[in-house]
């Protein structure tokens, strides 16, 4: 096996052969608004977990400033470097993204391993991934990551077996190093913009039927409702970013029109941008989507930084202002109605669901397709009665509304969707070239 290979394999290896232990360092900084620190190290935890660290400490500073050096003040730097000395911890996972000089620093320091919440993100996406597109991804917004760090990442990059370097390795070697990753970033770039090109043939074969994406915080409860509206097996998991690739479907359940529904990659606050970028063709089904539903688990108490942080996304990928649903999920797991109450009062027009029991999907259904119907244009047709035949195939592209039978034609008044025109059009116009063939005959 080439060295290129090689340190490519250890690379964007994810499994661990032991539960290492971890102590987590969460910050909040004063008056800035930001959600509580309970709320954080909470979310930082399950991260950790979901990652298969064994959590055994948890240690918060409340900072007015970062320090440039260390991020945490030098006593609390102290206090963690006795903590990992008496509970002889493998890492340290700090909850906010640390500079590469920090990450030295620290490390240095520490005299153990130190990752910041991005390459959590990044090593629990690596775990989750399966398909060739979400391993290429996961693997280019790694190495992306890693290469400034490169110095210290050894550690990181092979804390799992085999390894891809050893440590105080020489300025030479990590020059090559660093030549062999950028060669693999810019591989995995071309392999991406192929794979891209595949999805966006996909696209254009949909382009002419309405498109809906879920989009929300990881573990929202969107696949669920993926099955329920479409009768799909989509992965199902309690878990964090437990689908990393779009699952499209056809709505089926109660479902009067042709509309097509995609489950798309969970969002987190703070999801890294190397990792946002590199998801390009799978966030792209959001882009291409007529109507976005926003999925929100009310039962999570930073509910409110879920709705912020997917509008945040939904911005930067330019789609703010593409129609969309605010939709709450996990009704069944509220007690309290005073919490139903107060939400509704702060977003009186979303819609309260339980994807799991049912609950509310048939209101949810109805918003679609109220949705759909908005964007229907009236046109009219006139047909011969010979071609009466079409008036089914005429019902996929359109709803018709009003029928006329007159002497020698029927009249159709339709109400077509976006590309619905240029289809009946294209119909019609097959259809005549065929009599006129056979009338040659």
């Known amino acids: 096996m080439d060295r290129e290979s090689q340190a490519h394999k250890n690379i964007s290896k994810n499994t661990k052969d032991t539960c290492e232990k971890a102590i987590l360092i ?24 979901t990652a298969h660290y064994n959590v055994i400490s948890i240690v918060s500073q409340k900072l007015t400033r970062i320090n440039p ?9 102290e206090e963690v470097a006795q903590l990992i000395r008496h509970f002889s911890a493998d890492i340290v996972i700090f909850d906010e993204n640390l500079s590469p000089a920090q990450n030295r620093n620290l490390e240095n320091i520490f005299k153990c391993r130190v990752i910041d919440r991005s390459w959590l993100i990044l090593e629990i996406f690596g775990n989750h991934a399966r398909t060739r597109e979400a391993k290429a991804q996961v693997e280019l917004a790694s190495l992306k990551y890693a290469l400034p760090r490169l110095t210290k990442m050894w550690g990181h990059l092979s804390r799992q077996r085999g390894g891809i370097g050893m440590k105080d390795v020489g300025e030479t070697q990590i020059q090559l190093d660093r030549r062999l990753i950028r060669d693999r970033i810019a591989k995995l770039d071309r392999k991406l ?21 879920l989009v929300g915080y990881t573990n929202a409860g969107k696949s669920t409702l993926m099955n329920q509206l479409t009768g799909a ?17 056809k709505i089926k359940k109660n479902f009067p029109y042709p509309v097509v529904l995609s489950d798309t990659v969970g969002l987190i606050d703070k999801l890294p941008h190397d990792l946002i970028a590199s998801f390009k063709s799978t966030l792209d089904e959001v882009r291409d989507a007529n109507l976005l539903i926003k999925m929100v688990d009310m039962s999570d108490p930073n509910a409110k930084r879920q709705i912020q942080t997917t509008n945040n996304v939904i911005n930067e990928l330019g ?31 979303a819609i309260i669901i339980s994807s799991k029991n049912g609950t509310g999907l048939d209101v949810l259904r109805n918003a679609i397709i109220s949705n759909y ?17 079409l008036i089914p195939q005429i019902r996929k592209y359109a709803v018709i509304v009003k029928s006329d039978y007159e002497d020698t034609f029927i009249t159709l008044d339709l109400r077509l969707p976006p590309g619905g025109k240029e289809q009946i059009e294209k119909l019609l116009k097959n259809t005549n070239q065929t009599e006129k063939s056979e009338a040659k005959e």
């Open 373 to 389: 119907e908005s964007k229907l244009s009236s046109h009219q047709i006139t047909i011969k009665y010979e071609q009466a035949m």
């Open 193 to 213: 913009k192929q794979i891209d090109l595949e999805k966006t043939t996909q696209r254009k074969n949909r382009r002419d039927i309405y498109k809906v994406a």
């Open 26 to 49: 969460g910050i909040e900084f004063l008056n800035n608004g930001s959600s509580p620190l309970d709320n954080k190290l909470k979310e930082l935890n399950g991260l950790a977990e």
């Open 69 to 77: 050096k260390s991020f945490i003040g030098k006593g609390k730097v």
């Open 233 to 249: 097996e989509t992965l199902v998991e309690n878990k964090l970013f437990a689908t990393l690739d779009s699952t499209i479907r």
């Open 319 to 349: 789609v703010e202002n593409t129609d969309s649903l605010l939709v709450f999920n996990k009704v069944d797991k509220i007690n309290d109605p005073e919490i139903l109450e107060s939400e509704l009062q702060r977003n009186p027009k």
